[in-house]
């Protein structure tokens, strides 16, 4: 295996306080994933001695106004001094910002040209702040047919475009594979084409969102694909257990082995 495997603390043992989600997954031998880093005790959260992969690089904002794109950057700015707290190499950010159900603050049903240009400059900034700060943020595709409708800029195509429009080494893709299955398919032709944009693979299974085995995606072919392109980043579990926890990381763990 050239990749590491990381499991999201917001979607498993959800029965558990945050603090031993963390626990329980880094016992498992998994890096740590969070989104809010606002509503977290990041001391409790550090003294777990979990590896953090990722967290959430903004808590308000968008990319394609110049009003949210300034509170957008504002709220990056403290997301790295957090960031840092908990060594976290990479800060996640989206189209717009998503309230508590997933869906935009700033729907779009047209993204029109100047939404690209501001998104591409917004980004661009985002980068800067990254390279001073030594940390990468990642750009997530999302779904608008299912968890996320009306988000702008929601497809991998969308995604990559803009990350290679900046071409900076401090932005990069976050391609989440859940999403990018049920918006686009063909994902093994994605890795190939989008793979020197990626800072990071998320997965999980189609539908449901649970672990890999329980829907229609291939994950070993997945894993084989990695393989043979060299991929040596960060695949993370993003998605729910269907049943036993710990059983779904194995299931997990299996997939990509």
């Known amino acids: 295996m050239t990749y590491r495997l990381a499991v999201s603390a917001e979607m498993q043992f959800v ?11 880094h ?31 903004y808590v308000t904002g968008t990319l394609a106004d110049p009003d949210g794109a300034d509170e957008l950057l504002r709220t990056a700015a403290a997301s790295l001094a957090a960031a840092d707290r908990l060594d976290c190499p990479r800060l ?33 900034r985002l980068a800067e702040l990254g390279e001073k700060a030594g940390r990468v943020f990642t750009l997530e ?31 990069r893709m976050n391609l989440d594979l859940y999403h990018a299955q049920i918006g686009e398919g063909n994902l ?8 020197p944009a990626i800072g990071e693979i998320q997965v999980a299974d189609v539908p449901g ?19 043979r392109l060299g991929y040596d980043g960060v695949v993370a579990l993003e998605g729910w257990a269907s049943g036993d926890p710990e059983r779904a990381l194995e299931a997990f763990r299996a997939a990509f082995a």
Request: with cysteine.
């Open 15 to 25: 029965d558990l306080p945050f603090v031993e989600r963390v626990r329980r997954i």
């Open 27 to 57: 016992d498992l031998g998994f890096e740590v994933e969070i989104w809010d880093w606002t509503t977290k005790d990041l001391d409790a959260l550090t003294a777990t001695g979990a590896t953090f992969s990722s967290m959430t690089g």
């Open 92 to 124: 996640n950010v989206h189209g717009t910002g998503l309230d508590g159900r997933g869906l935009p603050v700033r729907p779009a049903g047209v993204v029109t040209p100047a939404m690209w240009l501001t998104a591409a400059r917004t980004l661009g």
């Open 141 to 171: 595709n999302l779904n608008t047919t299912v968890d996320h409708p009306g988000t702008p800029f929601a497809r991998a195509a969308d995604t990559f475009a803009l990350v290679e429009a900046v071409a900076s080494p401090h932005l």
């Open 188 to 195: 093994i032709s994605l890795l190939e084409t989008m793979l």
């Open 209 to 227: 969102r649970c672990e890999p085995g329980t829907g229609e995606i291939h994950h070993p072919a997945i894993a084989a694909a990695l393989r």
